[in-house]
């Protein structure tokens, strides 16, 4: 077109032509070049936060070259049912070396690992033929755990399986358990002298201890996400309601100076995270479907697990994990608890958290009973199957609740068997 330009003479035709072609060169190399060297840069003062508050982001998106950037779109995505006030998305113009700012807040509604970003970015040419796309690759994380229901009444005489239980092996002697009082004995620590029997009676006394031991429990949490029925609002729902049941029981046990203990089939967000990002810095095609079969694999075969301690930073641990726990797809509850329960303890007693009852389960329970562990099952939010469960689960010597809302745990020793 410009050379018949040029040959009919048509000065003005061909000078519009040259001025397009320029502009199209310019466009092609701006949009080329457009997301090359913009760096973003995330404020977030905290990394763990409580139910109910409010986090404050800034984030800030730098054109380190230059060359301006004629337009650009940016969003920092963020997790799904969280509040958000604020611009999280904009469109942008940056001249060389400028920069612009997203500046939000986060109410942190409910709890979990929540990923902060990545920034996703859009820009291309001036006239729209061309886009480019990028995720800067750094998010941040915010542990939020889990509400718990504090459980008011303890029953000592119930036959409920959780509380102190004296053991047949003497492993220690327990000072909070005062049996009586003997005569001194050479070699008898200062610590157990008994004072005022020694002064009554003006002669050195000891005090003796019971040989006891606090067994406390492994919590076992079914997350399989097909196990939560209903629509995505529902399990939404309800698998909170369960990991509210776990959080409380575990903060039960430690508040009693217990070992506990928890074992789920659901995925660790932290391992989520971690198989993105080795996906995004996967060199080829070749390499991230590698990385990414091999992850997989692991979720489906390692539950996750915070081995049975005491103490106030078990406490925390329990909780984190419970933080970080997802609905997963992978092993089923009944073949997990079948698999690793002979591994656990026998002298803790299995308390299992499960939405729902069936024919598997019961077998899988009864078995586990068998090999001589205490149960006590928590069926959540699940009146149709409640009656019957209860009397299959005593017919085994099992204990069962029905948590119907979070405020039937404050009594939960008067449920069990």
């Known amino acids: 077109m410009a050379v018949l330009a040029l040959l009919a003479r048509l000065s003005l035709l061909s000078y519009g032509l040259y001025v397009l072609i320029l502009a199209l060169l310019a466009s092609e190399l701006l949009a080329r070049f457009s997301l090359d060297r913009i760096e973003c840069l995330r404020?977030?003062?905290?990394?763990?936060?409580?139910?109910?508050?409010?986090?404050v982001v800034s984030t800030i998106i730098k054109n380190n070259k230059p060359i301006p950037v004629p337009w650009m779109l940016a969003e920092d995505a963020l997790p799904r049912r969280l509040p958000v006030s604020g611009e999280t998305t904009r469109l942008l113009v940056l001249g060389p070396y400028g920069d612009a700012r997203l500046h939000y807040s986060i109410t942190m509604a409910h709890r979990g690992y929540h990923q902060i970003g990545p920034v996703v970015l859009e820009s291309g040419d001036l006239f729209g033929f061309v886009r480019k796309f990028r995720a800067a690759r750094k998010a941040h994380y915010i542990t939020v755990q889990p509400d718990t229901v504090?459980?008011?009444?303890?029953d000592v005489a119930s036959r409920r399986p959780i509380g102190d239980i004296k053991v047949r092996r003497l492993l220690h002697d327990d000072p909070s358990r005062l049996a009586g009082v003997r005569e001194y004995q050479r070699g008898d620590p200062l610590n157990r002298i008994h004072w005022k029997a020694t002064a009554r009676t003006g002669a050195l006394h000891s005090k003796v201890y019971e040989h006891t031991t606090l067994a406390g429990a492994m919590i076992a949490m079914d997350f399989h996400g097909p196990s939560f029925e209903g629509d995505e609002d529902r399990q939404f729902i309800r698998s909170e309601m369960a990991?509210?049941?776990?959080?409380?029981?575990?903060?039960?046990?430690?508040?009693?100076r217990q070992q506990v203990g928890f074992i789920s089939n659901g995925l660790d967000a932290a391992e989520r995270a971690k198989r993105e990002e080795g996906l995004l810095d996967a060199r080829s095609r070749r390499e991230a479907r590698n990385f990414a079969a091999s992850r997989k694999g692991a979720d489906r075969l390692r539950p996750v697990e915070v081995a049975a301690r005491k103490g106030h930073d078990q406490a925390m641990a329990v909780l984190d994990a419970l933080a970080r726990l997802e609905l997963s797809d992978g092993c089923p509850f009944e073949q997990m608890l079948?698999?690793?329960?002979?591994?656990?303890?026998?002298?803790?007693?299995?308390?299992?958290?499960?939405?729902r009852m069936n024919p598997l389960l019961y077998?899988?329970?009864?078995?586990?009973?068998?090999?001589?562990?205490?149960?006590?099952?928590?069926?959540?939010?699940?009146a149709e199957q409640a009656h019957g469960a209860r009397g299959a689960l005593a017919a085994q010597g099992i204990g069962?609740?029905?948590?119907?809302?979070?405020?039937?745990?404050?009594?939960?020793?008067?449920?069990?068997?």
Not at 150 to 154: K, M, Q, T
Not at 340 to 351: A, F, G, I, N
Not at 363 to 373: D, E, I, K, P, T
């Open 363 to 382: 077998q899988v329970l009864a078995r586990v009973r068998f090999s001589g562990f205490s149960i006590m099952v928590f069926l959540v939010d699940n």
């Open 400 to 417: 069962f609740m029905h948590v119907a809302r979070l405020d039937d745990l404050q009594h939960v020793a008067h449920s069990g068997i």
């Open 243 to 256: 990991v509210k049941v776990a959080a409380s029981l575990a903060a039960y046990l430690v508040s009693l």
């Open 43 to 55: 404020d977030v003062r905290v990394d763990r936060a409580k139910i109910g508050d409010q986090v």
């Open 150 to 154: 504090p459980i008011l009444r303890y």
């Open 338 to 355: 079948l698999d690793e329960h002979t591994r656990l303890p026998r002298d803790l007693t299995l308390l299992v958290v499960v939405p």
